[in-house]
Each structure stands twice: as structure tokens, then as C-alpha cells.
């Protein structure tokens, strides 16, 4: 497995994704700047970090969305190339057109920094296979603008389709309500696209990876890439 | 040649922004305020000074960049 971190002028969480990418490949990633124009050669897994690209300037993701490197980063998503963001990286993601739909403020319009439960959808996916369908994991949300909001055709189609990665939920798997914690549709906290090769989530997998800082719940899903390719 | 780009929210779009700021007017006693909707307006200065290539440059930048079109609206004044 070949990872590559793109950097945007904001981003901050490149070096906890580095951590946790090396963890679980046993090699550390590329560290691609947003001016770059193509990939190293022979990368399996593009991803985009969190943090506040550009300020969150326009809106959050929209500069980073149109930067130089996202036209290979587009390429590698056409070729069947694995694409994770996280947070901002989702953000990005949705404004990059990877993604549909995007972020909103938050519905209370407070920045929520806290310890959060989520559910996985289906553990059929490059990014999943390590967890089990249905499990209740716990990780870690940071953010002001993680209102997933689409059209209700999408929507419909990403319920259809599977493509919902992740829902908000208790700590004994309940689905929505308070466990909700920015008004998201459907209690969303992130998506595939078609194929599913690309992921979009608002959580930050790569903070729970060691028993040291609360938990390892997000290791999985590194594991789960590392053994995708 | 000067434009102004107005975004908008969508109707039936959410907006807690406009919402908070409705329910700040309230409390500083501003009356007859039924609601409130935040946009942004960009003032955009173009070099040449065909009306009608200027208004399709600012299409352009509404739609590549200005204006997310899933959530908003754009209006080009010139």
C-alpha cells in the first residue's frame, strides 16, 4: 500500500494521518504540497487531511477543491484509485465534485469537539473490510461545518445504493436523535461514492489509534487499506 | 468595467446563520423582522468593457467557484 497526504496552505491534521498511515502500512506516506501536479508514481491511496485549508475562505473546501493537485487526485478517483478525506478532506471532497452534496454549518452553529459513537454501514469496502457490519465504534469529531445536506434525489440515491459509509450514533448503536451532533440528513457522517472508492467522513479516524490517547477503534480502517492493496 | 455578484442561500435551504442573526435583531428590540437570509456579494472589477463577454466571464466564476449551485443562487449585476 502506497499512501500519499495532500498538504493545503490550513491543513493540520497531516502529520496524525502520517502517524496513523505508517502504523498501519509499515511505511510512512508521500506528503504532496496542493501546488503539486501529479502523484508519485504507484500510489494506491490518495488522502486528504483535516484542518482549514485557505481559512475556510468562500467555504470551507472550495479553494482546496479547485487546487492543482485535485485534478490528479480526479484522475486517480477515475482510474478506481482509493480516496479518503477526512473532515476538511470531506469537505474538499463534496467541492472538489468526488463527492455530491455539502457541508453546512452546523445546525446549533457550534463548533463540536468531542468523543462521538458511529455506526458502519457495511464492512464490504476497501476502507471497512477490518470492522464488522453494523458495529458500534467510537472516535473522535472536530468541526463547525459538518451538516451533510444534499437534495433529496441524492439522498434517495445514496440510501438506495449503500453509499451512506457511517451514521451518527449512542454508544449502544442508536442510530440519530442526540447523538447527532451537527443536524446532519439522516444522521450521515460520511459517504462512498459510486464506486466505492472514494470516502468522505467528518470523524477523525487517524486520532483513535492508540490506547494512550482513548482508544483504537480508528486503527480498522487504516488496517482495512493497508490490506485493500 | 465593475459587476457585482450577489450568492444566496436556496429557498428551503437551511440557514442557522440567518437564523442567529434573526434572533439577534429580535432581542435588540428591531421590529417587524419576519426572517433573515445571509448571503454574500462579491464586487468585481473586469478588464475589457463588453457587457456581454463580461457577463459570461462572471457565469464562468459563479459556477466554477462563486456559488456552490447544490446549496445556492447567484445573481451578475453590471
Known sequence: MKAAVVVFPGSNRESDMARALTQATGRPPAMLWHADHELPAGTDLVVLPGGFSYGDYLRCGAIAGRAAIMDAVR?????????????????????????PGVLMRNAN??????????????????????????????????????????????IERLEGEGLVAFRYCDSAGAVGGESNPNGSRNDIAGIYSDKRNVLGLMPHPENLIDPLVGGTDGRRLFESLASAA | MKARVVVTLKSGVLDPQGKAIEGALKSLGVEGVASVRQGKVFDVELAGADANAAKAQLQAACEKLLANTVIENYQIDL
Open chain 1, 75 to 99: 484522475a486517480h478517483a477515475a482510474r478506481g484509485g482509493l480516496v479518503l478525506g477526512v473532515c476538511n478532506g470531506f469537505q474538499i471532497l463534496c467541492e472538489s465534485g468526488l463527492l
Open chain 1, 109 to 154: 452553529l457550534r463548533f463540536v469537539c468531542r468523543m462521538q459513537h458511529l455506526k458502519v454501514e457495511r464492512n464490504d469496502t476497501a476502507f471497512t473490510r477490518q470492522y464488522t457490519k453494523g458495529q458500534t465504534i467510537e472516535v473522535c469529531i472536530a468541526h463547525g461545518e459538518g451538516n451533510y445536506e444534499a437534495d433529496d434525489a441524492t
